[in-house]
């Protein structure tokens, strides 16, 4: 039977982000596929070492002997730390975050965007040295690229992929975790006001932060008796806590949160308001659509493609746009009706069942070009 091998390295990031999450929902999508098996590999951990870690239980995980910072560098710096010790000749290799190490198997690398190329500024210093060192590895070492995007694709190609190289699959979205009978539940002890603004992971600096807060301020938030609230991490630059700071008692962060407060947030939510520079899907758009929540997200990025025309748009460089598309949706109780339903008509169709299908049908192609 044909068999995968995948790095699950991600889930053990001191921030899981949307790369970890869009490995784990395709790895429960395969699961349901009968007519392959996987198995993932990571760095040396100690078992149980974090509780929070959740893979899914038909992807048994092997652990090289070596930590993820000598792993990496091995692999990225070297032909050493081949792969094929856990692979049979009917197996094949699934880069699930770009990472490819040494292997005769077929490898299947899926690029989730190429920002690192793109806007290098948004990276840290190490990163800089790492990802474009990363990309030229999976250059020499895929034989096949999955992207969840049109946009990214086009990146590829940039970037010197063939065209022929490339499958576009594009990731889905679950039913709401946290039904809607159970959302005061979920938040009451959060105690959130009834209106709120939605922001996920908003200090990324892709993620836009202060334009962003710069257009919140433009918005009569008081007269609308609305607040902002923030999910996710505290990283981010100091310019762009500062911005969200000057928001004053509008502004909540509620930091990390787990899957069904999450899921309590969106349903809660006026809007969520998402524009970033740069993504290469934008997961918070299709989970707010599937919960009818209003989206505002950036034209000219993936999240557009993921939208469908479900959400209204902005430049994310306008400060002006960007403040009046969240005006309008709090003002406007119709145009708010119409995101809504357009949005659930664009969720339901994208679901992590073709996505998980789709894999395999990549997966099976590259296994069976390489017979």
């Avoid at 990309?135 to 190609?157: G, T």
């Avoid at 004053?248 to 520079?277: I, N, Q």
């Avoid at 709090?330 to 995101?339: N, P, R, V």
Wanted: with cysteine; net charge negative; charged share 20%.
């Amino acid at each position: 039977m044909p068999h995968v091998l995948t790095l699950v390295e991600q889930f053990w990031h001191r921030v899981p982000g949307g790369t970890a999450k869009a490995t784990e929902k395709t790895l429960d999508a395969l699961a349901a596929e009968n007519d392959l098996t996987v198995a993932g590999l990571a760095a040396r951990h100690q078992p149980d070492s974090d509780p929070s870690i959740r893979i899914p239980a038909s992807c048994p995980v092997n652990y090289h002997r070596l930590p993820r910072p000598l792993l990496y560098e091995m692999w990225m710096r070297t032909n050493g730390g081949s792969v094929d010790r856990y692979m049979s000749d009917e197996s094949m290799f699934w880069a699930s975050s770009l990472i490819v190490p040494p292997t005769t198997r077929p490898v299947v690398a899926t690029v989730n965007d190429l920002d690192f190329l793109t806007y290098p500024e948004f990276l840290t210093r190490r990163g800089r040295g790492f990802f474009p060192r990363m990309w030229r590895r999976a250059l020499e070492r895929s034989d096949h690229f999955v992207v969840p995007s049109l946009v990214v694709a086009q990146d590829c190609v940039a970037a010197g992929v063939d065209e022929s190289r490339i499958t576009t699959v594009p990731y889905g979205v679950d039913e709401p975790v946290c039904a809607s009978d159970r959302v005061d539940e979920v938040l009451g002890p959060l105690d959130l006001p009834e209106r709120f603004v939605l922001l996920v992971a908003p200090l990324g600096l892709r993620k836009n932060p202060v334009r962003l807060a710069e257009a919140l301020k433009a918005v009569a938030l008081d007269t609308f008796e609305c607040q902002v609230v923030a999910v996710g991490g505290v990283d981010g630059s100091a310019e762009a806590g500062q911005a969200f700071g000057a928001l004053g008692h509008r502004f909540r962060s509620v930091g990390m949160v787990d899957e069904t407060t999450l899921s309590a947030l969106y349903h809660s939510a006026s809007l969520l308001l998402y524009p970033s520079v740069a993504e290469g899907f934008g997961l918070p758009v299709l989970e707010a659509m599937a919960h009818s929540t209003p989206v505002v997200t950036s034209a000219g990025t993936a999240t557009e493609e993921v939208a469908g025309g479900a959400a209204a748009l902005v430049d994310p460089l306008s400060i002006d746009q960007i403040a009046e598309a969240v005006s309008a949706v709090l003002s406007d109780e119709g145009f708010a009706s119409t995101l809504r339903a357009a949005g659930a008509r664009r969720a339901a169709e994208m679901t992590w069942r073709r996505t998980g299908r789709d894999y395999a049908r990549v997966f099976k192609q590259a296994l069976g070009e390489h017979t």
